[in-house]
């Protein structure tokens, strides 16, 4: 069955980059999403890529695909403390999406 | 433009009351997806619908749970009994149809505390 691994914590340092990873199962996912939880909020779509697509760049955002070896990354340039929050990776399967357990990124001043 | 509506946004309520929860998807958006988020099992799709039709419903924790869509602008989630393990937050969110998946707009959810 389809399924998404992430690692659950995160601690950078206020300036630098952080990289969250995420490994996917379902080789026909079309495209990969990543969305930011904020606390006592729902789920706020960051950005996606196209299964077809190495890079995004999106401002501050690098996503990273590695089709064959089915892993996801999303870098974040210049880490800010409004960047402290729960970051979700999603395939989308052959019916629905399918979202990862979350990483919790700690931005430390 | 309006995002995904939800309410209430807090529900406390005790031990075998009926809950209802509602859910105002965005505006020409086709599919509608209810999710439950706990702690312990993290994000879980329990139904959706397209076009207002629940199309996949094996997520549904047990007969207690029920969702209807009555039209396209409007879903309810309903538990009847509600018992303290139904404590979590419940996300509404919808999406177009278009190549592959399109991205899903979540609403900021309802807290149900069950007592």
């Known amino acids: 069955g389809e399924d998404v691994e992430q690692s659950l914590f995160l601690s950078v340092r206020e300036g630098d980059s952080s990289v969250i990873n995420c490994t996917y199962t379902d080789s026909s996912s079309t495209y990969l999403y990543w969305y930011k939880q904020e606390p006592g909020a729902g789920l706020q779509l960051l950005t996606y890529?196209?299964?077809?697509?190495d890079m995004k760049q999106d401002q501050r955002l690098t996503v990273l695909l590695n089709k064959k070896d089915k892993h996801l990354s999303l870098r974040i340039a210049d880490t800010q403390t409004g960047d402290s929050a729960i970051y979700f990776c999603?395939?989308?399967?052959?019916?629905?999406?399918?979202f990862g357990s979350g990483t919790q990124l700690t931005v430390l001043p | 433009d309006a995002g995904v509506i939800q309410s209430p946004r807090h529900e406390v309520t005790e031990m075998g009351q009926e809950v209802t929860l509602r859910c105002k998807p965005i505006?020409?958006?086709?599919?509608l997806f209810w999710y439950r988020q706990t702690m312990m099992r993290g994000l879980e799709l329990l139904i959706y619908?397209?076009?207002?039709?629940?199309?996949?419903d094996s997520g549904m924790p047990e007969d207690r749970f029920s969702a209807k869509m009555p039209n396209a602008s409007f879903s309810t989630l309903k538990i009847q009994p509600s018992e303290p393990r139904d404590s979590a937050v419940y996300f509404c969110a919808s999406s177009r149809r278009g190549v592959g998946w399109q991205p899903q707009h979540f609403g900021d959810g309802t807290r149900l505390s069950i007592l």
């Open positions: 619908f397209n076009n207002n039709v629940p199309i996949d």
């Open positions: 999603a395939e989308n399967g052959d019916r629905q999406l399918t």
């Open positions: 505006s020409g958006h086709d599919y």
């Open positions: 890529i196209f299964s077809n697509m």
